[in-house]
């Protein structure tokens, strides 16, 4: 079993910048996918980003290139994610996730582990 806690939302002003961080336990964190995604309300849950387990992969939405960046520690069992240069379509509660599946995949349904998620305002 694993266990995820995401933390670090909050409300900040359009063009700021927050960063989330995810704790994992319970099994070998290094051996693990990590991704963020989002929700809405009224939406779809949505992926944000991902990192594969040595780090030396990340896959990002388009509408998170540039703005987004996606980062783990494992020795701290932690994966980060940096936003910069938010928006207010950024609004969403935001979750971590992690998959034990080796292959690449961007599916919330693929993903086995879900932390309680962490609202994430940013005001025009």
């Known amino acids: 079993q694993v266990q995820v806690v995401d933390t670090g939302g909050g409300l900040v002003q359009a063009g700021g910048s927050l960063r989330l961080s995810c704790a994992a336990s319970?099994?070998?964190?290094?051996?693990?996918?990590m991704a963020w995604f989002r929700q809405a309300p009224g939406k779809e849950r949505e992926f944000v980003a991902r990192?594969?387990?040595?780090?030396?992969?990340?896959y990002y939405a388009d509408y998170a290139k540039g703005r987004f960046t996606i980062s783990r520690d494992n020795a701290r069992n932690t994966v980060y994610l940096q936003m910069n240069s938010l928006k207010p379509e950024d609004t969403a509660v935001y979750y971590c996730?992690?998959?034990?599946?080796?292959?690449?995949?961007?599916?919330?349904?693929?993903?086995?582990?879900w932390g309680q998620g962490t609202q994430v305002t940013v005001s025009s």
């Open positions: 996730a992690v998959t034990t599946r080796l292959v690449f995949t961007i599916r919330p349904s693929d993903y086995d582990y």
């Open positions: 319970g099994r070998t964190f290094s051996s693990t996918t």
């Open positions: 990192i594969r387990w040595d780090g030396s992969s990340t």
